[in-house]
């Protein structure tokens, strides 16, 4: 008898495992082996015993969590064949953040892609992602409706930099989730040529430090000093988003507020933040994207992890894909599933969330 998709890989209550390997992947909860996506900390926990993840989710993972975030650590190298068990894995580009991954998991002539978050929009911070055609794909739906369509971000960034122009005398406070979306942005500041200090709320200064020691020019980004604020006049500083409706970005001359996210595609989200100036930058898929990747890796199957994913099974069933949410509890707080919420910590799972 051959093997089912779901001999592959099941649902537990730590999350996706994989019984002939015996891993899990991006568990929400302490492990004995987790295969990591990227460092995001709804997926990248600490805890696990054995972890394999890429060589930069490993080491933004320590840098979030310390060196001791697991027992041993093992580094996957993108495209190499990893046996483990009964079955093989490998790990492919997701260009969600800096050393985000897929992990096809594949035995017996069948194979299944986690691919955690991902897009397909350009991003000069992390590898692009990377079609693997599959059996059964598992997908993110963050942005599983039709009416999200995403612009193209250096539209977005010259908006930013038309502002400033406008407004030299006015600082610019730009939210941004810590790991990813920071170092996009100011990535495609430099791009658009901005070469003055973009600042640095502290919260941002060590994965910013990581982002330029893994060899991403981000130019100079100092961090702010609690006396200089009333001073930077024209200067970008950015923060996390929690920061930008307290008094912290307050004390800035006549502070002009923004927010990167996905969400700023949605109007009123944007007034529910305080964000005069809403930057439509996303690290997720856009409707039209998760459709066309769907598509692309021929998956006969559709597991639908978190976020919108009733219209994205729909969507599947009108293609004459096999679909089904996982209805997944635990992820979405990378920052962009929800912009209610500031998260510099791994939420806390209980025993009935996950009941
Ligand atoms: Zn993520
Ligand atoms: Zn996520």
Request: charged content about 25%.
């Amino acid at each position: 008898m051959s093997l089912r998709a779901g001999d592959l890989l099941t649902q537990t209550r730590e999350g996706l495992y994989c019984p002939l390997g015996g891993f899990h992947v991006d568990p929400t909860w302490p492990v004995p082996r987790a295969l990591i996506t990227h460092g995001h900390a709804d997926h990248a926990r600490s805890g696990h015993g054995k972890v394999l993840a890429t060589g930069q989710t490993l080491r933004i993972m320590a840098v979030r969590y310390g060196e001791d975030f697991c027992e041993t650590r093992q580094e996957a190298v993108l495209g190499e064949e990893i046996r483990i068990g009964d079955v093989t894995v490998r790990f492919a580009p997701a260009g969600h953040v800096l050393g985000s991954a897929q992990i096809a998991i594949q035995a017996q002539g069948v194979r299944v892609v986690v691919s955690g978050d991902y897009k397909r929009a350009y991003d000069p911070t992390c590898l692009p992602f990377e079609v693997v055609p599959c059996d059964v794909f598992i997908t993110e739906a963050t942005f599983g409706l039709p009416v999200f369509r995403m612009p193209d971000t250096a539209g977005e960034v010259s908006k930013l930099l038309d502002s400033v122009a406008l407004f030299p005398e006015r600082a610019h406070i730009v939210g941004a989730y810590a790991l990813g979306k920071a170092q996009r942005v100011m990535a495609l500041l430099r791009e658009a040529g901005y070469d003055r200090p973009i600042y640095l709320h502290g919260a941002m200064e060590k994965l910013t430090e990581l982002y330029k020691r893994e060899g991403i020019p981000l130019g100079e980004t100092p961090k702010v000093v609690a006396t200089e604020r009333s001073k930077l006049h024209g200067a970008i500083v950015l923060c996390p988003p929690s920061a930008i409706q307290d008094v912290w970005s307050r004390k800035f001359p006549d502070p002009v507020t923004s927010f990167a996210s996905g969400w700023m595609r949605v109007r009123a989200r944007a007034r529910q933040k305080g964000a005069e100036l809403p930057l439509v930058i996303s690290d997720h898929s856009d409707w039209p994207d998760l459709c066309r990747t769907i598509r692309e890796t021929g998956a006969g199957e559709v597991w639908v992890t978190h976020g919108q994913e009733d219209a994205l099974v729909h969507w599947c069933g009108t293609q004459g894909i096999a679909a089904k949410p996982l209805h997944m509890l635990g992820y979405g707080d990378d920052g962009e599933a929800e912009p209610a919420a500031a998260v510099e910590e791994p939420p806390a799972v209980s025993d009935e969330a996950v009941a």
